[in-house]
């Protein structure tokens, strides 16, 4: 008998990891030899079969994780271990099957793990599970390395430069919001290749003492059904990764110089807890700088070797804050009137009269009189620009893809009629909202209470609405106090204008650009852009146009991103741009461009036609609405399909059927779910 091995938690494990039928590679390394053992194996009856052949003394036996590329099967290895044989590389796996979370105590190099360095990587694995499970991820696979916690979270993903990107950004988002002083995320695990302890072996590292013990390595819990976690969880789980920004700069300081942020935040009295982070800083602060509720670990400033600075933290409500908002907070001429100049853009408006095909231009002010004409590189580096703001949509094709909605620009949204663009735009506000940002909204269709319905009903979830009891797929509030304790939470971050005033063109818009500018709006909300009155005698396609570029103008002056609803015009093949309106120009002038479509047989015959079965463009068959980002002026995103499933219960419009998204307003009035305590996460005692 091998006391090294347990073959029954090792025909648990392979029957858990791998699928079935394919081949897979185990590694083991000698304790007392260089170079390591490699053999491939289709099933666990021919692995262990060559683990009782082997002297398992001192060793830690491996195993492929992600699923191998069949040619594999005709390596020399193949159904016996061989040293020095050539190891699996990133190129011959196929796809990725697991989002590998490896918790490693912080200990010297080739030692086991104390009983209480254990627990800590334990402590830490809650925290992640409760971050994760409250963002809707499905129960993991977890299991014990021997000297550290591990969690496995299924995934379906192709191996190609996209998808590595995608889940080496997941862990590093993990590893900057998580690691300690203690334990941290092992970032290296997202290889296409990377192996994982074989569970049902024994970890050996190092002398096995009482201290510090050598454990059987093993699966500690399977949940009933294992659920795959789709792509979009993990876009958004990468877009937590810390933005940093290179720190501003006075002019009196050399460019060599770096922020003195230790110096800066004693200045002003933020209490923080300093640790080393992948060749910089993280500051653990002692409470949130947005809301002092949010204590330690919450919140945290990061500053990297280079000087670059980030802020982040966990809780919605500060997900949109940066290192900048953090700095303005406490220092508010931190960035200069002198160094806003080049971006903010002063304007006055006027009735244009040379023109009846222009019936409404913003004049723009001229520049200053030593501003040259043409600028050479060295002008542009020596211009001080504050960062891109982006608003987060809460879509992770969008927040991941585009980095949200930018300030200061536009963007357009179409679809054919009944597609549920004022749904999506209404779920985009809530949103915006639940991110303490600021929305004024026009709605030249609906009335204000009609308006507010739909809105209401988003914002309460499953929970808080009931079925009709005459009709189908009809749902209502739970009470009038819901209703109430919505629009409360609402206060102050959302302003929607009140059709008595009318629709005129230029008076509509005087009246969005001071409303930004009184409430310091993040963004403006048009549905629809043909409910406004362009004016008479006017072409109906120019004036449209010059709309779109008055609506540009009022997104550079209030630093908002206005987003407007256009009708397209008829057309009997797959919708595009340039079918928006009449006129391709608005699908020019916009920054951003977005098509939502039901998924219905006309579009999946039409995007057939068009697309061709390209795999890039694969939308799942359950899904109601595709919404495709068609135009993204910043990053060149284009024919990008998104996937969104209508909720009847609650009309809104999910990136994935397992989304439950809580908003304030239930922080505020209603009872939360406790998190799981910490250490209850195992329930076996490794002692």
């Known amino acids: ?347 006055g408006w006027t009735r244009c009269t040379n023109s009846n095909r222009e019936p409404v231009k913003l004049n723009i002010a001229k520049p200053a009189a030593d501003e040259p004409v043409f600028l050479t590189a060295q002008d542009i580096i020596s211009r001080h620009e504050p960062e891109a703001e982006y608003l987060q949509t809460g879509i992770p094709g969008i927040d991941f893809n585009m980095k949200g909605l930018a300030k200061g620009s536009v963007s357009c949204l179409s679809g054919l009629r009944a597609s549920a663009k004022s749904t999506l735009l209404s779920q985009l506000m809530l949103m915006m909202i639940n991110n303490n940002q600021t929305v004024v909204a026009y709605s030249g269709e609906l009335s204000a209470k009609n308006f507010m319905k739909w809105m209401f009903l988003q914002a309460a979830g499953k929970r808080h609405t009931v079925p009709s009891q005459r009709y189908r797929n009809f749902y209502t509030l739970d009470s009038d106090e819901t209703e109430k304790e919505i629009a409360q939470w609402m206060m102050g971050h959302f302003y929607l204008f009140n059709n008595a005033y009318g629709n005129k063109f230029a008076k509509l818009a005087n009246m969005l650009k001071d409303q930004a500018e009184t409430v310091h709006a993040d963004c403006i909300v048009l549905d629809n852009l043909m409910a406004v009155d362009l004016g008479n005698n006017v072409d109906k396609y120019d004036a449209q146009t010059n709309f779109v570029w008055a609506l540009k103008n009022i997104a550079k002056m209030t630093n908002t991103h206005v987003i407007f609803v256009a009708h397209p015009r008829k057309t009997t093949g797959f919708l595009r741009l340039n079918d928006i309106s009449g006129s391709g120009n608005i699908g020019n002038i916009v920054d951003a461009a977005f098509i939502i479509h039901r998924n219905n047989e006309d579009f999946s015959k039409a995007t057939a036609e068009f697309f061709g079965k390209k795999k890039s463009h694969y939308i799942p068959e359950d899904c109601t609405n595709v919404l495709e980002i068609c135009k993204d002026r910043e990053n060149g995103t284009q024919d990008f399909f998104i996937p969104l499933w209508y909720e009847p219960e609650t009309k809104r419009l999910l990136p994935s059927t397992e989304q439950n998204l809580h908003f304030g307003w239930e922080t505020m009035f209603k009872q939360q779910i406790p998190l799981m305590p910490e250490n209850d996460y195992f329930k076996e005692d490794f002692s």
Not at 52 to 63: A, E, F, P, S, W
Not at 307 to 326: E, L, M, P, Q
């Open 1 to 347: 008998m091998n006391l090294n091995i347990d073959e029954a938690k090792i025909r648990q494990a392979i029957s858990i990891l791998v699928i079935p039928g394919s081949v897979f590679e185990s590694r083991y390394i000698p304790s007392r030899r260089k170079g390591a053992y490699s053999g491939y194996f289709h099933n666990a009856d021919g692995l262990l079969k060559e683990l009782r052949k082997q002297d398992l003394t001192g060793t830690n036996v491996y195993i492929t994780l992600n699923t191998v590329n069949e040619s594999c099967a005709a390596m020399e290895q193949y159904g016996k271990f061989l040293p020095g044989a050539p190891a699996t590389k990133d190129d011959d796996i196929d796809h990725y099957s697991w989002l590998f979370i490896d918790l490693d105590p912080k200990r010297k190099a080739g030692i086991s793990s104390s009983k209480e360095e254990l627990d800590q990587a334990f402590s830490l694995a809650t925290k992640i599970y409760n971050y994760l499970r409250d963002h809707n991820f499905p129960e993991p696979v977890k299991a014990i390395s021997g000297n550290g916690a591990h969690m496995l979270y299924k995934v379906a993903l192709a191996n190609n430069p996209d998808n590595i990107q995608l889940m080496k950004d997941s862990l590093k988002a993990l590893d900057a919001l998580f690691s300690n002083e203690d334990v941290e995320v092992d970032i290296t695990t997202a290889t296409p290749a990377h192996m994982v302890k074989l569970y049902g072996t024994l970890a050996q590292k190092g002398r096995n003492t009482e201290e510090r013990p050598h454990r059987m390595s093993r699966i500690v819990k399977v949940p009933e059904q294992i659920q795959v976690v789709d792509r979009a969880k993990l876009e958004w789980l990468a877009a937590q990764l810390p933005k940093t920004e290179e720190p501003n700069r006075n002019h009196q300081q050399q460019f060599h110089q770096q922020f003195d942020l230790d110096s800066w935040l004693r200045a002003h009295g933020i209490g923080y807890k300093a640790q080393s982070f992948r060749g910089g800083t993280k500051y653990v602060l002692d409470v949130c700088p947005f809301n002092s509720e949010h204590k330690a670990p919450d919140a945290s400033i990061f500053k990297q070797g280079n000087g670059a600075i980030g802020f982040k933290c966990f809780h919605n409500s500060c997900a949109d804050k940066t290192w900048r908002d953090v700095r303005l907070l406490y220092e508010p001429d931190a960035y200069t009137k002198t160094e806003r100049a080049d971006w903010q853009i002063e304007t």
